[in-house]
């Protein structure tokens, strides 16, 4: 029985993702660890307790994920993103396990006006997309035949996300403010997960794009969870990104081209409002 160790599994997509591993892999056994059981920033601990596990396969999906966050504290986001990566390779290493890393569609800039492919040179613009870009490096240098899933817009049960946040804003406001002037996919956790796993029974290896298909922004994106929840009064006001003035600056057009999942795994993931939709009304 192979060892499959998820490090980051408590998180929104930890969690889905040892439940889809657990039922997908089932000849498998998969461990799910998190800050409690192990801190990748702790050089010597991750990879000695990465080495007495055993794994055949480590998933890192522990990060600091907080973009305005990462902008603000840079060490803290380097230190997980991508020494942390550093860290959980080395132990991959040891025992001669395969490594997935989850990163991001903000390691581009946007700037392309056309879905990303994989090979397209990475611009990241913000500290988080840096920090992640450094992790891919890392995982690709230290581990043969790694596997980097880019990701983007996730949502999911386990986390605090823009549907969550939009649904409780929905409760104390009659009009919300959502930016307009970026474009990505809405991507349910489920979903990559499902996508995650049928990469691992392929033995993909490389860079893979993985998203739900079609693209918004996250003006129509607020429009949609509030139509597809049955919540009427409630104004949603377009604005730009210049307005919200965030920390961190974010792409405009960050679309990740999915065309070598669906070659390489046969695999494509559904509209993302299909995908919200069901999401909604399993978890109104
Ligand atoms: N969320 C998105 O929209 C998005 C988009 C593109 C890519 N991704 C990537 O997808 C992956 C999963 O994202 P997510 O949104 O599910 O993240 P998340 O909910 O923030 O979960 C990350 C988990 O990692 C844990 N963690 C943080 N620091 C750690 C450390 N030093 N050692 C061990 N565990 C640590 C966190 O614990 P605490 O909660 O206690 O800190 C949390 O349980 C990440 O690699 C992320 O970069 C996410």
């Keep these: 029985m192979r060892r499959i ?39 010597n601990e991750t990879a000695t307790k990465i080495e007495s596990l055993q794994p055949k396969m480590v998933i890192n999906v522990a990060a600091y994920t907080d973009v305005d966050g990462c902008e603000l504290h840079e060490e803290k986001a380097f230190a997980i993103n991508a020494e942390g990566m550093r860290h959980v390779a080395l132990g991959a290493k040891r025992c001669g396990a395969k490594a997935v890393y989850l990163s991001t569609d903000y390691i581009f800039d946007g700037k392309k006006g056309k879905p990303y492919l994989e090979d397209d040179p ?5 500290v988080y997309g840096r920090s992640k870009l450094k992790g891919e490096q890392y995982v690709q240098e230290l581990v043969k035949d790694a596997l980097v899933v880019r990701t983007q817009w996730l949502y999911g049960k386990y986390g605090n996300n823009f549907v969550a946040s939009i649904l409780r804003q929905a409760r104390e406001k009659e009009v919300l403010s959502v930016v307009n002037d970026q474009i ?8 990559l997960s499902k996508a995650i796993s049928l990469l691992i029974q392929r033995e993909a290896r490389g860079i893979f794009h993985v998203a739900n298909s079609n693209l918004c922004t996250w003006y129509d994106y607020a429009q ?15 604005i730009s990104s210049k307005e919200l003035n965030r920390p961190a600056p974010r792409p405009s057009y960050s679309a990740l081209d ?8 046969g695999m494509t993931l559904r509209p993302w409002f299909e995908a919200l939709k069901d999401y909604l009304s399993a978890y109104p």
């Design 122 to 126: 990475p611009h990241p613009m913000n």
């Design 258 to 265: 999915t065309q070598k999942l669906k070659r390489e795994a």
């Design 5 to 43: 160790l998820v490090i980051g599994a408590k998180g929104m997509l930890g969690r889905d993702l040892v439940e889809v591993l657990r039922s997908s892999l089932r000849s498998d056994k998969v461990f799910g660890w998190d800050i409690d059981e192990i801190d990748i920033t702790e050089e």
């Design 224 to 238: 949609r969870i509030l139509t597809l929840s049955g919540i009427k009064g409630v104004k949603v006001l377009p």
């Design 184 to 191: 990505g996919s809405p991507t349910y956790t489920v979903d």
